[in-house]
């Protein structure tokens, strides 16, 4: 089983609706991220959590919302989705702030 | 916004020969790291230098740092057509991991 489980791995979905996609882990890690990939821009950081009662803004979380229910789960959220918001979506975890991170096989997200 | 910037964008090589990739970056760091990325699936993390190390081996990987000129680079040695894939540098500063926008290495068998 991998170690960090996103679902769903594709969704195609309209303008406006609400969207929630989820993150699991096994590796105990205290760290978890939500990420954005775009062609030619790499990731970009939406949200980050520390532990259950820590959430942080990253680069880019205009537009997203995100809830850490369990040290295990992770889960990031688009209110009313809008086309500028397809991408490939990447959630990742860590021991450590500035050590390796590891990743689930991200979620493809296409909004019409 | 982007850390680390990578060069090349693009790599197509022939089986056997080496491959190199460049990593700059702006500001000082913690550590700078290496992932790959395979075609439809999530980064893995390859080998992490810090910012007192100059150079790191791990298999037919070998990294090196200069920060002198805040750069980096990941050779991989006899390339395999399994070795195709995205390779992206992440910098880290603080709590802060930011990762460059990659180079797509393509060996041909």
């Known amino acids: 089983d991998a170690d960090v489980t996103q679902t769903p791995r594709n969704r195609i979905t309209k303008t406006g609706k609400r969207i929630m996609l989820e993150c699991s882990q096994t590796k105990g890690h205290d760290r978890m991220y939500w990420y954005r990939q775009d062609p030619g821009l790499g990731l970009r950081l939406i949200y980050y959590s520390f532990d259950v009662k820590d959430i942080n803004k990253g680069e880019i979380s205009d537009g997203y919302s995100v809830s850490r229910q369990a040290q295990a789960k992770f889960s990031l959220s688009l209110e009313s989705a809008i086309p500028n918001q397809t991408a490939l979506y990447f959630c990742?975890?860590?021991?450590?702030?500035?050590?390796?991170?590891?990743f689930g096989d991200g979620t493809r997200l296409s909004i019409l | 916004s982007q850390q680390g910037e990578e060069d090349p964008q693009a790599l197509s090589i022939q089986e056997g020969e080496n491959a190199t990739m460049n990593c700059s970056y702006k500001?000082?760091?913690?550590?700078l790291q290496w992932y790959r990325q395979n075609s439809g699936r999530g980064l893995v993390h390859l080998i992490l230098i810090r910012s007192n190390e100059r150079e790191k081996h791990s298999g037919r990987l070998r990294v090196t740092l200069d920060t002198s000129k805040k750069s980096s680079s990941l050779l991989i040695t006899a390339s395999r057509a399994a070795d195709t894939a995205s390779y992206f540098c992440a910098t880290a500063v603080n709590n802060d991991m930011r990762f460059g926008a990659g180079t797509r290495l393509t060996v041909k068998p």
């Open positions: 500001t000082s760091i913690n550590n």
């Open positions: 990742a975890t860590s021991d450590s702030s500035v050590g390796p991170q590891h």
